[in-house]
């Protein structure tokens, strides 16, 4: 014992001889760099409190928006909708990952990285991404593997041209449950018992065999519904939209729809694993975490940081001074081209709100990362107001309820105002609702901390 607490001294004692920090508490050098850089595509949205809900009269009686006062901390985000030639770059990183890793099996020396070659500890191959993928192989067996897990075999092909299976585009990503790890008095099973249908947790499996397993694995298809056009409109032509909406290169920068709630969160996953490769990659501290806006979130940046403001220009009114309408909605009764656009439009096309957000009201509808309950302003806390459920596909159809905000391009001018707040099914995809990412503030700090007066470096 005596040679243990010897050598500890010891250690202990060359640590503090090597050190330069004269003996003062300065903190710890050679911390990771922060990119000083505001996301692309991104506006700061600076931290405020505000009155959330209806300043006007509550014309459905609904009760669904009573005010309150609701602070909420500083963060970016998306200055318009996520478009289609955006949400098509996820859409092709999955179909590529899955080629490479069918291809991989066929020919590993080519498409794949072994991994010790990382020079890390890694239990898998790693993706050669700066191989090149030839869709028209000539090799047998690539074209065969191909087809069986990613293409549509050949005898059901339309006039014989290749074409992408999008019932096999897989997306696989992890989250962790933290509101059901923060419980003080957290053990497996009784945590199974108290936290099932709450906001802590509410896949018992997930915790039966203890904080490890606290991970989820989620397994998304990822490819929108490009049948939205027609199922939710009966009685109605819309084939032309269906068939080249995503597709055709004129809409690249029109709001994707069709995505569900479900594949909204799986892109937003798939944002920060890319972002934070690139951060870690140029040794920068990993810090995106890219989300759904939360409620409260939502409404204070569409209010462009004037508060009681019904729209998101400010208001009373959707018309300026010579009478052109200011958002993509139902005006009219009906007239939907009297603002511009019949369905949708390209993303900024009409002015954004003081924050520099475009398209808060109207065009299309968008997701938040809430789960709807008409009374969630009368138990949830005041600051960052955050109401979750994750609900499974057992779960009751009510509780696969999310907040829905901002109104769209079919929607009469109540559904556009900052303060309405409506909901939709997580695994529904309409053609009336897209989504935007936000991205918690983390402080704009590069290179090495700033030196005081007395020369040592601190924290």
């Known amino acids: 014992m005596k040679k243990v607490v010897l050598l500890l001294a010891t250690a202990l004692t060359l640590v503090s001889c090597g050190s330069s920090d004269k003996g003062e508490l300065v903190g710890v050098n050679d911390r990771p760099n922060v990119l000083d850089m505001q996301p692309y595509g991104m506006v700061d949205v600076p931290q405020g409190s505000f009155t959330m809900g209806s300043a006007d009269e509550d014309v459905y009686n609904s009760h669904k928006f009573e005010p309150k006062t609701v602070q909420v901390q500083s963060f970016w985000m998306d200055e318009t909708e996520i478009t289609n030639n955006e949400y098509r770059q996820f859409v092709y990183w999955v179909r590529d990952s899955i080629a490479y890793r069918l291809l991989g099996e066929v020919d590993p020396e080519k498409y794949l990285i072994e991994a010790d070659q990382w020079g890390q ?56 449950d933290y509101h059901a790890a923060a419980q003080k008095d957290f053990s497996a099973d009784q945590a ?68 569900s709630y479900v594949q909204s969160k799986a892109f937003a996953a798939w944002r920060t694993l890319q972002m ?26 569409a209010r462009g940081g004037v508060d009681g403001s019904p ?81 499974t596909d057992d779960d009751d159809m009510v509780m696969k309820r999310k907040v829905v905000r901002g109104g769209s391009w079919k929607d009469a001018k109540h559904f556009i105002q900052t303060a309405t707040r409506t909901f939709e099914y997580q695994d529904s995809g309409k053609s009336y609702i897209g989504f935007r990412c936000v991205q918690s503030y983390l402080g704009r700090v590069r290179g090495d901390n700033p030196k005081t007066s007395s020369n040592v470096y601190r924290n």
């Open 121 to 176: 500890d890694l239990e898998t191959p790693q993706i050669n991404w700066k191989a090149k993928i030839d869709w028209n192989s000539k090799n047998e067996d690539e074209r065969e593997a191909l087809e069986e897990g990613l293409l549509i075999k050949t005898d059901e092909r339309y006039y014989n041209k290749q074409q992408l299976d999008a019932t096999k585009l897989i997306y696989e990503y992890t989250w962790i």
């Open 192 to 259: 199974a018992k108290d936290y099932r249908g709450s906001q802590f947790n509410n896949r018992p499996s997930a915790l039966a065999g203890g904080r490890k397993q606290l991970t989820n694995l989620e397994r998304v298809n990822i490819y929108p519904d490009t049948l939205c056009w027609i199922h939710d409109f009966a009685y109605s032509y819309n084939d032309e939209s269906t068939r080249s909406y995503f597709d055709h290169p004129r809409y690249d920068n029109y709001p994707v729809v069709g995505v």
């Open 276 to 301: 934070n490769n690139y951060l870690e990659k140029e040794e920068y501290a990993r810090m995106a975490d890219f989300r759904l806006p939360t409620e409260a979130e939502w409404e204070y940046a």
């Open 311 to 391: 729209y998101p220009w400010g208001g009373p009114y959707v018309n300026n001074g010579r009478g052109c309408f200011l958002a993509n909605y139902k005006p009219l009764r009906g007239a939907y081209d009297g603002d511009g656009g019949a369905t949708t439009v390209v993303v900024a096309h009409y002015a954004p709100n003081d924050f520099g957000l475009y398209d808060m009201a109207g065009n299309v509808a968008e997701w938040c990362e809430d789960a709807f309950d008409a009374s969630t302003y009368n138990f949830a806390h005041d600051i960052n107001q955050y109401n979750t459920y994750r609900a």
